[in-house]
């Protein structure tokens, strides 16, 4: 057997013809081996997940729903109450996606257009499911004129979406017998016709090949948790945090006005306890503490009192010793008290004394 032919490129060999990378899962290679995916393919780790769950990243968590990937977020639990609610209302928004799809399957136009009524969102049309088909796909696929033309027009980016598979809605719709009609209208919003999936086939394709699609993926169902009939679904709670942030900077700037209309009251040189309690409170909403910081800063200030208080008794007990000790060195004499007694024997002296000076003189 000969040898292996090698070639050398810049002091290296290798082999003269390297081996390919196969398509997996019905998707095709494209250079180095790399599967093609379009930019609308929307897979998340679970680690990116809790992340966003950590950040409070609404906004994020919400696509994940509308990505027909609810099912990962109802196995989620967190303790900031923000995300407990958009948890909460998870198998909500899974249960109205579900009635959304079964609406289209089941060509009810009547009752798509109830379920999309406010205060549900308008973003709710853009559910997928599982497999990654929106209602639009479903639409096509079906043959539903009527249905396609309301969700085109309601929607016109929708037509352009992929599943999993890279399939728009005109590969659907030219996989349905006698669906010119479907088909005509997606060319006119502006469907690519050579557009490809990852199997590298255009929707001319499965005009003449029908069964190499599976159509099974028209009727299934997204899956959803159950739920109690009389329940209500919280559909604020898929809104970004961005107005409850407003809504605490006014009662935050309130709380400030509030606390700042009131007189400061000054006794004996010293403020009083209202104005040491409003500038406080003054203080932390600056800040923007919470309540749990509020009580350690409070905590805190009543130490730092009190070790000052403390130090300023000590200072003052020692200074009130060491006057004392000063005067029990230097004694002061004491001034005998004057008795009536005393007073009469001065004056008595003094009258013997004047009657022997004029003896004397006589």
């Known amino acids: 057997m000969p040898p292996k032919r090698r070639r050398r490129f810049h002091g290296l060999y290798y082999h003269s013809s390297p081996p390919k990378v196969m398509p997996m899962n019905g998707q095709a290679a494209g250079q180095n081996g790399r599967k093609q995916r379009s930019n609308d393919d929307f897979s998340v780790k679970l680690s990116t997940i809790r992340i966003w769950m950590h950040e409070k990243d609404i906004g994020k968590l919400t696509r994940i729903l509308w990505a027909g990937q609810g099912q990962r977020l109802c196995q989620q639990a967190s303790n900031n109450g923000r995300v407990k609610r958009f948890l909460a209302a998870v198998p909500h ?3 109205a996606t ?3 799809h079964q609406a289209v399957i089941d060509n009810n136009l009547e009752s798509l257009q109830m ?10 049309v853009t559910a997928k499911d599982s497999n990654g088909l929106n209602v639009i796909h479903k639409a096509a696929g079906l043959g539903h004129t009527k249905m396609l033309e309301y969700l085109v027009g309601l929607w016109p980016e929708g037509a352009h979406e992929v599943d999993i598979t890279g399939k728009t809605p005109l590969h659907w719709a030219a996989s349905a017998k006698n669906n010119m009609r479907c088909y005509t209208l997606l060319t006119q919003a502006g469907c690519d016709e050579e557009a490809q999936d990852y199997k590298m086939k255009t929707p001319s394709y499965y005009r ?7 159509r099974a993926f028209l009727v299934y169902v997204p899956e959803a948790p159950r739920i ?4 209500v679904t919280d559909w604020e709670a898929l809104s970004d945090d961005n107005d409850s942030n407003a809504g605490g900077d006014a009662s935050r700037s309130s709380s400030k006005q509030k606390l700042s209309s009131k007189p400061a009251a000054i006794e004996n ?8 309690a409003e500038n406080t409170s003054e203080l932390d909403t600056n800040d923007g503490t919470s309540a749990i910081e509020d009580d350690e800063l409070s905590k805190a200030e009543a130490d730092v009192n009190g070790v000052a208080a403390a130090d300023a008794d000590a200072d003052v007990d020692a200074n009130i010793n060491a006057d004392v000790d000063a005067n029990a060195s230097s004694p002061v004499p004491q001034r005998r008290p004057e008795t009536p007694a005393a007073f009469a024997t001065g004056n ?12 004397e003189e006589l």
């Open 115 to 124: 379920q999309l009524e406010p205060p549900v969102p308008p973003a709710l």
């Open 93 to 95: 928004v899974m249960n």
């Open 98 to 100: 579900k009635d959304l």
């Open 228 to 231: 109690s009939p009389d329940s």
């Open 208 to 214: 003449h090949k029908p069964h190499e699609i599976e």
């Open 348 to 359: 008595g002296n003094d009258t013997a004394g004047d009657t022997e000076s004029e003896a």
């Open 269 to 276: 040189g010293r403020k009083s306890l209202d104005d040491s």
